[in-house]
C-alpha cells in the first residue's frame, strides 16, 4: 500500500500556483513529457514553472508558464513522425501583469489562465482578452512545417550569397544546407509575420561562424523604428536557429 502510494506521487503531482488574483491547477506527470519543447532563446520574459520534464528543454502538460507584461513565447510542438514536419507556436502577451498560463494539451495545443478570456483556436490564431475585459491581452499564431528538403527549389525572395565554397563540403558552406536552413527560417518568420500583423517583407543580411553561431546581422534601422516587436521576432529567428557547422564563415542574406 506504502509503494503504491509513492508510485502515485512520482507519477503524478497536482500543484496550485497563485499569481496576483489568479489561481492555475496544474497537474503533471512524467509521462507527458517529448510533447512540446520551450524554446527558451526565442522566447523573451518567460519562466517555466511545476515542470517535471528534464531533457531536451521539454514541458510537461500541465506546467505553469508564466510571462511577464510584454512577453513572448515561443514552443514547439514534436511530433513521433518528426519524418512529416514540426509545429510552433508563438504568443505575445500585452498584459500588464505577470501571467500565468498552463499548458493543458498539446495536440491540439490548449493554453489555459485563469486571468484571460480565450476563444477556440480560430484555424491557426487565438486571441484572448482580460477577465476583466481587458482587449488582445494575450494572443498566439500556429504554424505547421514540413521538413525542409534540400530538392525543393528556394522560395522567393530567398539568397545565398557565399564568400567562398569548398568544393565537397557537407556543411553550412554546402548550398543545398543553406536552402535548407533559409527555408526553415523563412517559415518561423512568416510566423512572426502573422503574430505582429507585418506583410512587408524586409532584407536580412548575417553570417555565420565555423561552429554555428550568429557573429553578425546587419542592422535595419527602419525594421526597427517601425515594427520594433516584429523586428525582435525575427532577429531571434534568426539569431538562435540552429546552423551547421561549416568548415568557414559563411555570409547569408534572405528577403524574410
Known amino acids: 500500500m506504502v509503494a503504491s502510494a509513492l508510485k502515485s506521487l512520482t507519477t503524478g503531482l497536482i500543484s496550485v500556483i497563485l499569481l496576483g488574483t489568479g489561481s492555475v491547477c496544474a497537474a503533471e506527470s512524467t509521462d507527458r513529457c517529448?510533447?512540446?519543447?520551450?524554446?527558451?532563446?526565442?522566447?523573451?520574459?518567460?519562466?517555466?514553472?511545476?515542470?517535471?520534464c528534464m531533457e531536451n528543454d521539454e514541458v510537461a502538460e500541465g506546467a505553469i508558464l508564466r510571462l511577464a507584461p510584454e512577453a513572448r513565447l515561443w514552443l514547439q510542438v514534436l511530433s513521433a513522425e518528426d519524418t512529416i514536419g514540426e509545429s510552433q507556436i508563438i504568443c505575445q502577451s500585452r498584459a500588464e501583469s505577470p501571467l500565468p498560463i498552463m499548458l493543458e494539451s498539446a495536440d491540439p495545443p490548449r493554453l489555459k489562465s485563469n486571468l484571460l478570456d480565450c476563444g477556440r483556436w480560430d484555424q491557426k490564431r487565438l486571441s484572448c482578452n482580460g477577465v476583466n475585459g481587458e482587449p488582445n491581452s494575450f494572443f498566439c499564431v500556429l504554424g505547421r512545417f514540413e521538413k525542409p528538403s534540400a530538392e525543393k527549389r528556394p522560395k522567393k525572395g530567398t539568397s545565398v550569397v557565399l564568400?567562398?565554397?569548398?568544393?565537397?563540403?557537407?556543411?553550412?558552406?554546402?548550398?543545398?544546407?543553406?536552402l535548407e536552413v533559409l527555408e526553415a527560417i523563412k517559415n518561423e518568420a512568416q510566423l512572426c509575420h502573422e503574430l505582429y500583423g507585418v506583410e512587408r517583407e524586409f532584407r536580412m543580411e548575417w553570417e555565420v561562424d565555423a561552429t554555428g553561431n550568429v557573429i553578425r546581422i546587419a542592422p535595419n534601422e527602419s525594421l526597427e523604428k517601425s515594427h520594433p516587436d516584429f523586428a525582435a521576432c525575427l532577429l531571434d529567428a534568426i539569431r538562435f536557429h540552429e546552423y551547421p557547422p561549416s568548415a568557414r564563415t559563411v555570409f547569408l542574406s534572405a528577403l524574410l
Open 163 to 178: 564568400r567562398s565554397l569548398n568544393p565537397g563540403a557537407s556543411g553550412l558552406e554546402d548550398r543545398s544546407r543553406q
Open 34 to 52: 517529448g510533447k512540446v519543447r520551450f524554446l527558451k532563446d526565442k522566447s523573451r520574459g518567460v519562466e517555466v514553472r511545476l515542470n517535471v
